[in-house]
């Protein structure tokens, strides 16, 4: 009979499926811009094109320093609440603001900058619970 191992880091494993389709969808959404604009390097000085490029540079810049706090929370023990709340906010805050840009919506993308900077901050703060709990 097969045995059960429980991953490591269960929490971020599943954030990071979720965040792993937006990551590829944007990629995709910049390719298609690519393609129809016919620009092989860079925006062209197309305004569409430089939002779908910056919503991707965005999320590359921001999700993997957070993926990286939730996984160092679970391993060490942090509090999953917290780590959970943690991700919860970056997945939301990542798809706001994809959504966001993409509507030329300011205050979504606020919006989605300030769940995003929640979710570092959680994710900073679940791992100093484990700190604490020595």
């Given at each position: 009979m097969p045995t059960l191992t429980i991953p490591a880091a269960p929490i971020t494993a599943i954030a990071a499926v979720a965040l792993s389709v937006l990551y590829i969808r944007l990629a995709f959404g910049?390719?298609?811009l690519r393609r129809r604009r016919q620009v092989r390097l860079g925006?062209?000085?197309h305004q569409d094109l430089e939002a779908a490029v910056r919503a991707h540079a965005?999320?590359?810049e921001y999700v993997p320093i957070t993926l990286l706090l939730?996984?160092?929370a679970e391993?060490?023990?942090g509090a999953w609440p917290i780590t959970l709340l943690s991700a919860a906010l970056l997945v939301v805050g990542r798809v706001t603001h994809a959504a966001a840009l993409a509507r030329d919506s300011i205050p979504m993308r606020v919006r989605g900058m300030q769940a995003t900077f929640f979710a570092i901050g959680a994710?900073?703060?679940?791992?100093l619970s484990a700190f604490l709990s020595f």
């Open positions: 910049v390719i298609a925006t062209g000085q965005n999320f590359a939730l996984a160092v391993i060490n023990h994710g900073a703060t679940a791992n």
